[in-house]
């Protein structure tokens, strides 16, 4: 495969970036204290995985973590996997997000929702209904190591219950309410949790989702829940369960109960687009140390800023925007259609809540791009400093859009990471420059590299995202593994003691990274493997194309076998025979022949989780026969008829 050419460079680092940034400050630091000089980002990347001791220490110093128990080790056993960090350390996530005494006036969680009225809380109100809520849970016999789920929207209650539940050293783990009953089940079920919050529905738009049966499904589902505590949110009612109001009726001491370093904090939960969903446990110290550094030295937030970032509870990037709490800056909740009642209602949000840090979805920006939205002009946005993007591939013209319309000084911050580790594993920072198409380069901390089917590091040909040395953040097992073998095949099954993650990258000479899919819907032809996301970025390009899906069925004997693209056209467009020859010659012109896909057809909806993902696996998984129900379960997918195409040319493959 021919090596790719150096990218363009879009924006070069700013040149006050020692004095007007956090990471710029951490640098100065370093020096002071530590007496370490970097010239640059490469060097101080360099010097984070080299040095995994003196970079992760220096984080916790830096950023004031409170130890119960301070550490005499930063790493114990350093071999993958098992890696053993702060191993004698005892602390408390939940202690540093709550804010500190002074902080009390100051305002730490704007909430906005299509279900009730905007709704704020200061650090002083968060810090009390965290005492009474743990108080409450106390109450509910809740203590350390058992299990709180809830079926919760992004509110501020939600916030509150998971910081409670921390602070006790009790576990927790969340479902956005839309999931129906199976998914929950599947899930929440893994971990027999003790209690369940849960609202009885939820507005979506215009329209009121009643999910009380949902709930008494999920009730009925999980036998170990012996409290049921009912979050007001809409008209309905769970008449039979505790009310929220009556959990945080008694004052409570605002406590912390040390725990150590590796004690479960959350669970997180894999799709469930490809098998049975994984249930990822992370430990109090890995996210707490991950979230500062990431929050703190890449998106540059601290005291004072504010960070919008729409997710639901079922996504890690809930996980992370809670996190901004941990460097003091406030955060946007946000429930509800993120596109109701258009594309421009996230922007006015934005700039109605002076955000400093905004994340959105590539497929909003591009949307916005393809509407001729003009957010800077439109809206006073002159509070961002950054825009982030995450949870798929932004194409190059999305890099040039942003940069028409926010200028040089706001910096564009593209990241790829996942729920595996709860962070990114590429991203940018105000020290790195930004490429066009092209994610800056690996985190601090992550020695991320692409290898070959051999182990070996490439740098500018396609390989395997990998991770070759430890970070806190890698779960500390999946639940209910207890001698670890799911754990080991799932990240270590091709390159032992190396991090496989699952992606197809390639690494740039000056560092740079293009993620090109899943490495699983990976493309091979003749030999030839070929990344899902480059496909993308030229068809989409089409004005008649609203969004598309590619699918590589393979032959057995050896040969090309059928590659096969579909498409959600907008409305009025036709798939006819001049548009198919337009898509073949862009993908022909801009990539290769190997490029042009056997058949071409559309679709009404392109399937994508929750989360945004492409589903190019259970697709081909149905059109190679497998059944719906074994593949994927509705619940998870953004629209639940998504797959249901794939089922009926199933069948028709099988007849002919």
Known sequence: MTAAGPPELLRPVAADVRETTEIGRFLGWLERERGLAFDGYDALHRWSVEDLEGFWSAVAEFFGVRFAEPP??????REMPGAEWFPDAMLNYAEHAVGLPEDADRVAVLAYSQTRDRQELTWGQLREQVARARAGLRRLGVGRGDRVVAYLPNIPETLVAFLATASLGAVWASCAPEFGARSVVDRFGQIEPTVLLAVAGYGYGAKDVDRREQVAEIRAGLPTVRHVVHVPYGANALPDALGWNDLLAEPGELAFDPVPFAHPLCVLFSSGTTGKPKAIVHGHGGILLEHLKNHGLSWDLRPGDRILWFS?????????????????ASIVMVDGNPLHPDLRWQWQLAAETGATLMGASPGFLMASRKEGVQPAAEFDLSRIRQLGAAGSPLPAEGYRWVAEQFGPGVLLNVGSGGTDVCSGIVQGSPLQPVWTGEISGPCLGVDAQAFDEKGSPVVGELGELVIT???????????????????????FDVYPSVWRHGDWVRFSPVGSAVIAGRSDATLNRGGVRLGTAEFYRVVEELPEVVDSLVVHLEDPAGGNGELLLYVQLRLGAALDDELRRRIATALRTELSPRHVPDGIAELPVIPRNRTGKKLELPAKRILLGAALDDVASRDVLADPTALDPFVALSSTRGES
């Open 469 to 491: 040395r430890p970070m806190p953040s890698m779960p500390v097992e999946l639940w209910g593994d207890p001698d670890g073998a799911r754990y080991r095949e799932t990240y």
């Open 312 to 328: 639901t509870t079922a996504w890690m990037m809930w996980n992370a925007l809670v996190s901004a709490l941990l460097v003091r």
């Open 72 to 77: 005499e080790r930063v790493l114990g056993r």
